[in-house]
């Protein structure tokens, strides 16, 4: 478990954006925990947050010139991982993020921010289902940029209705990485390190049902 993966689940944890229980999700999965990025909704937590995503994003490795955030929730995060790329690792990085609606007076279009263009890093929150994933990809694509690959605050690790991840179907379908600041093995993985018994127990029995 590295540093910023560690600070990122105690932090989610304190703030109540990660919670551990019985969650019923859209699939109707009961989940022995839920995530939610939109807690991380005070000053401290997004700065912690966006270092959390720069920390991944330097990591990987993966080549790109600048990100974006797909509307609702990918605005702060896109911001804050830029704000974090430029002050901790000198990388001043292009953003933008796209409105749910053109706008039809001033300057108009879809787009607020720098351009879309070269290799385009999308910064999301989870893939569900994927559907925000290809919107994304479909709006970067129809400005002539390309799509560099997807950073995630939480990858479930589970599968959808087939035998695959959402993720992996998005990193196969575009042929891109998809990397997350935390898995659900990692998740685990610092459960073990506690004396969160019941609640690893539960994620464990989780993942051999479900998981990719």
């Given at each position: 478990m590295l540093p910023h993966q560690q600070r990122f689940i105690d932090l989610a944890l304190e703030l109540g954006?990660?919670?551990?229980?019985?969650?019923?999700?859209?699939?109707?999965?009961?989940?022995?925990?839920?995530?939610?990025?939109?807690?991380?909704?005070?000053?401290?937590?997004?700065?912690?947050?966006?270092?959390?995503?720069?920390?991944?994003?330097?990591?990987?490795?993966?080549?790109?010139?600048?990100?974006?955030?797909?509307?609702?929730?990918?605005?702060?995060?896109?911001?804050?991982?830029?704000?974090?790329?430029?002050?901790?690792?000198?990388?001043?990085?292009?953003f933008a993020f796209n409105r749910k609606e053109a706008k039809d007076h001033g300057e108009g279009g879809m787009i607020v921010g720098a351009p879309l263009a070269g290799k385009v890093l999308i910064i999301d929150d989870v893939i569900t289902a994927g559907t925000a994933i290809r919107e994304s990809a479909a709006i970067i694509t129809g400005e002539r940029a390309s799509l560099a690959g997807v950073i995630l605050a939480l990858d479930r690790q589970e599968r959808g209705q087939g035998r695959k991840s959402a993720v992996q179907e998005i990193e196969e379908s575009y042929g891109i990485r998809c990397v997350s600041i935390i898995t659900l093995s990692d998740l685990i993985e610092s459960l073990d390190a506690t004396r969160h018994n019941k609640t690893r127990d539960a994620l464990h029995r989780y993942r051999a049902e479900y998981g990719i």
């Amino acid at each position: 478990m590295l540093p910023h993966q560690q600070r990122f689940i105690d932090l989610a944890l304190e703030l109540g954006a990660l919670r551990f229980g019985e969650f019923q999700l859209k699939s109707g999965r009961i989940s022995p925990y839920f995530f939610n990025a939109g807690l991380f909704s005070t000053g401290r937590a997004l700065s912690v947050l966006g270092r959390s995503y720069a920390e991944t994003i330097t990591r990987s490795g993966i080549e790109y010139h600048m990100l974006f955030g797909p509307a609702y929730k990918g605005i702060p995060l896109v911001a804050a991982t830029a704000a974090a790329l430029a002050e901790a690792h000198g990388r001043d990085a292009p953003f933008a993020f796209n409105r749910k609606e053109a706008k039809d007076h001033g300057e108009g279009g879809m787009i607020v921010g720098a351009p879309l263009a070269g290799k385009v890093l999308i910064i999301d929150d989870v893939i569900t289902a994927g559907t925000a994933i290809r919107e994304s990809a479909a709006i970067i694509t129809g400005e002539r940029a390309s799509l560099a690959g997807v950073i995630l605050a939480l990858d479930r690790q589970e599968r959808g209705q087939g035998r695959k991840s959402a993720v992996q179907e998005i990193e196969e379908s575009y042929g891109i990485r998809c990397v997350s600041i935390i898995t659900l093995s990692d998740l685990i993985e610092s459960l073990d390190a506690t004396r969160h018994n019941k609640t690893r127990d539960a994620l464990h029995r989780y993942r051999a049902e479900y998981g990719i």
